[in-house]
């Protein structure tokens, strides 16, 4: 199994530009979820996911946008980036719920280190 | 809201003991867990607790927990080089959903 995958791994984009950080998982896991990383901040939720067709917003979801049509991918849009979103985009998937019964381990991604000038 | 807090720096010697410490607020977390991230890489689970246990031990590995002072810690035997990461502190919440609130990582200095 290759786990979570994600990609690019390194991305420069200008103030305003578009782009898709791809996710994809090969352990069919429902659960699947977007993070950013800070210095001294810990990870933040950005989007999450409970299956195929269902998304839902996490602590920080303005200027991102998610899709999630099959099991195994959850790309992450920014519509225009921004400065701010300058961070490291992690990208997890877990096997159960994590509120449900049952210790959940989250697997994720090598992560993907975004610049926004 | 939900907040996890952890010293942000660690400083050992190798082969001594380290002590990680995570405070928490939420009283309805069910699991807390501890993960490692390396240089350049995602985070891995390294060991958790269900919230109804005081003691975990895997290995080197020492986890308590006091509930009452919503206080979590992590225990390192024999500190080695190996062990040079940063430690998160997470824990699972049964108000508010489908989230786990992780705390901003305590970054471990080994020296030789």
């Not at chain 1, 578009?18 to 979820?33: G, K, W």
């Not at chain 1, 996490?58 to 519509?79: A, H, K, M, Q």
């Not at chain 1, 992690?90 to 993907?112: H, I, V």
């Not at chain 2, 986890?63 to 024999?78: G, M, P, Q, T, Y």
Request: proline content about 3%.
């Amino acid at each position: 199994n290759a786990g979570v995958t994600q990609t690019p791994k390194f991305q420069v984009l200008k103030t305003g530009q578009s782009m898709t950080l791809q996710c994809a998982q090969d352990m069919n896991h429902e659960y699947m979820s977007w993070y950013r990383q800070d210095p001294g901040m810990g990870l933040r939720l950005i989007h999450y996911s409970v299956g195929a067709g269902i998304t839902d917003q996490g602590e920080v979801p303005n200027g991102y946008n998610v899709s999630r049509s099959t099991t195994e991918d959850f790309p992450l849009r920014l519509l225009s980036a921004a400065p701010s979103q300058t961070s490291v985009y992690f990208c997890a998937s877990s096997y159960r719920p994590l509120t449900g019964g049952g210790n959940n381990e989250q697997f994720f991604g090598p992560g993907t280190r975004l610049t926004v000038l | 809201g939900e907040d996890v807090e952890q010293s942000l720096f660690l400083s050992v010697r190798e082969g001594d003991s380290s002590v990680i410490n995570c405070t928490y607020t939420d009283s309805s977390s069910t699991y807390l867990y501890w993960y490692k991230q390396e240089p350049g890489a995602g985070l891995q689970l390294l060991t958790y607790i269900f919230s109804n246990m005081d003691m975990k031990q895997d290995q080197r590995l020492t986890v308590l927990l006091n509930k009452k002072d919503k206080h979590l810690s992590l225990r390192i035997a024999d500190t080695q080089t190996g062990d040079s990461a940063i430690y998160f502190c997470a824990e699972t919440a049964t108000t508010g959903g489908f989230k786990t609130i992780f705390g901003a990582g305590t970054r471990l200095f080994v020296k030789a």
